[in-house]
């Protein structure tokens, strides 16, 4: 099992900043890929950000340049620097860890941000 409790949402005005922080039950190296998704009522479940084992990262096209997704191993901790947050961001953010060595998908519990314009 893998726990995962994220942090640092909150409320914020469009052009503000948020840094979120998902801290791991185990070490952020026994992961394949980290991210962070989103989820706005009536919409699926989106992907925001991802980071790979070997350093790679992806971002949806609306984040590009504004999110930076880390991870600090030592603290086995994976964030989303937000900055420039435009109202269409706010939504339930969540962490996601897919373990190595089985492949399965750990998801925390979610942390709302809201963006006001």
């Known amino acids: 099992q893998v726990q995962l409790v994220e942090s640092g949402g909150g409320v914020v005005q469009a052009g503000e900043s948020l840094r979120l922080s998902c801290a791991a039950s185990?070490?952020?190296?026994?992961?394949?890929?980290v991210g962070w998704y989103r989820r706005t009522p009536g919409k699926q479940r989106e992907m925001v950000a991802i980071?790979?084992?070997?350093?790679?990262?992806g971002y949806t096209d609306s984040v590009k340049g504004r999110f930076t997704i880390s991870r600090d191993n030592a603290k086995n901790t994976i964030d989303l620097q937000m900055n420039s947050l435009k109202p269409e961001d706010a939504a339930i953010y969540y962490c996601?860890?897919?373990?190595?060595?089985?492949?399965?998908?750990?998801w925390g519990q979610g942390t709302q941000v809201t963006v006001s314009s």
């Open positions: 980071l790979t084992s070997s350093g790679d990262t």
């Open positions: 996601n860890f897919v373990r190595r060595e089985n492949v399965r998908d750990y």
């Open positions: 185990i070490s952020i190296f026994s992961s394949a890929r």
